[in-house]
């Protein structure tokens, strides 16, 4: 388990083909709002809210301590650093530059023991294949031009047999609705312009990018909101919205 001398900066990757796979208004505008990732009733009061909840459906599928864990797209280190806290040895990573300073600050005050890098998820692959009993990379597919490719670097990073977890939103009218309408406009729990409905990303589509990069399909639950007593829930029976996936690493053929 690394100590806290490990929340210090690394230096950061040579641009790679994993930067490519970036959106500079997207990383422009996470960093914009670095500042107030730990202000429990400000712009990222709902990930706060919600992270207990994927926390715990992440743990009760893929025990954490003593584990492996690579957090892809940390921003401001709300999961990473709840996954840490339960024993995981934790590498976060993301390429918002100013929410990594803001996690890092956050680790050292609070005196959690975890890991920060700028890197891509394609350009960690290709330095760590295989590293990582536990992936995660959630609300972070619809932010980038090919979502897909960062499913593959995900399940690379993986060992054989580890777990990978990924939520996103699904695209649907529902979800237009209630997550840029309702959620943007007029309920505000996020700033406008959070999301961009096009980007959303159909459950059938996740499924076929994680089969393609032979990752097993083990999963699914939705996380719901209800507006009237402002409390988030899980519901395998509703993914119109926002969801959450898991999967497994199939194991690699032997020639054998």
């Known amino acids: 388990m690394p100590g806290p001398e490990t929340t210090a900066a690394r230096p950061a990757s040579p641009a790679g083909p994993g930067r ?34 994927r926390l715990g459906w992440i743990e009760a599928r893929a025990p954490l301590a003593g584990r492996r864990v690579l957090d892809v797209g940390c921003g401001g280190g709300i999961l990473a650093e709840a996954m840490a806290r ?19 600050l956050h680790a050292l005050e609070s005196g959690t023991a975890l890991e ?21 990379c959630l609300e972070m597919l619809e932010h980038v ?34 997550a840029i309408v309702g959620a943007e406009y007029v309920l505000r729990l996020l700033p406008r312009g959070t999301h ?9 589509e ?16 939705g996380l719901v909101y209800n507006p009237l007593t402002r409390v988030y829930r899980l519901d395998a029976d509703d993914i119109d919205v926002n969801y959450m996936i898991a999967t497994t690493r199939e194991p690699i053929p032997s020639d054998a």
Not at 28 to 46: I, N, V, Y
Not at 86 to 104: N, Q, T
Not at 196 to 204: E, G, L, T, V, W
Not at 210 to 220: K, P, T
């Open 116 to 136: 920060y890098r700028a890197i891509a998820a394609e350009d960690c692959a290709d330095e760590m294949p295989g590293e990582f009993d536990v992936v995660t």
């Open 20 to 53: 490519a796979n970036s959106d500079p208004a997207e990383l422009a505008k996470f960093d914009e709002l670095a500042s107030r990732w730990w202000d429990e009733d400000g712009e990222f009061a709902p990930l706060h809210r919600i992270n207990p909840l």
């Open 196 to 204: 961009d409905h096009a980007r959303f990303i159909r459950p059938s």
């Open 86 to 104: 339960r024993g995981a040895d934790v590498l976060g990573i993301d390429l918002a530059e100013a929410s990594l300073g803001v996690a890092r």
């Open 206 to 221: 996740l499924d076929a990018w994680c089969r393609r990069a032979g990752l097993a399909l083990g999963g699914m639950t």
């Open 145 to 178: 031009p090919d979502p897909a490719a960062v499913v593959a670097a995900c399940a690379r990073l993986a060992r054989p047999g580890g777990q990978v977890f990924f939520s996103t939103l699904n695209r649907n009218p529902k979800s237009w609705l209630f």
